[in-house]
């Protein structure tokens, strides 16, 4: 409020501001309903079996279990650390972001300089890298695993 403006001046524009405002962070908020979270990536499970918030990358049989595989186009890598547990992270290592090359025996790989991450946490388990690779939010739905936005 500039000093020559009197108090409750333009407060009706604030209110509409306000009004318009807080909608769409309302309808955020509402759409974060029924989200599971898993370690170190987001699994949401829709109450309607399937989801238009994404884009399917695979089906749940082509990750390996204890293994994973690398999604460079859409910057993401999926990893299944248990028969029924998958998580997703950045494709980017930490280190210089290379984009990570396998999943293998429980670990990302970086194959530029050496990192590896566990496959179930995104932790750091053999650097250079000393930051964890950021988690990806994904749904595993009917034998479907889809990339959310």
Do not use: W, Y
């Amino acid at each position: 409020m500039s000093a020559s403006q009197e108090p409750g001046e333009g407060s009706g524009r604030r209110a509409v501001v306000m009004a318009f405002g807080a909608a769409p962070l309302a309808a955020v908020l509402a759409a974060c309903g029924g989200r599971e979270e898993s370690g170190g990536s987001d699994v949401v499970k829709p109450s309607d079996g399937g989801t238009d918030r994404g884009v399917v990358l695979a089906t749940t049989a082509d990750i390996p279990e204890n293994g994973g595989k690398v999604f460079a186009d859409r910057g993401v890598v999926v990893t299944r650390p248990k028969a029924d547990e998958f998580k997703a992270f950045s494709s980017k290592c930490t280190h210089q972001g290379c984009t990570v090359s396998s999943v293998s025996d429980g670990t990302v790989n970086c194959s530029c300089h050496g990192s590896r991450f566990d496959a179930a946490s995104g932790a750091v388990v053999h650097g250079p890298a000393t930051e964890p690779l950021p988690a990806k939010k994904i749904a595993v739905t009917d034998g479907s695993i889809t990339l959310l936005s």
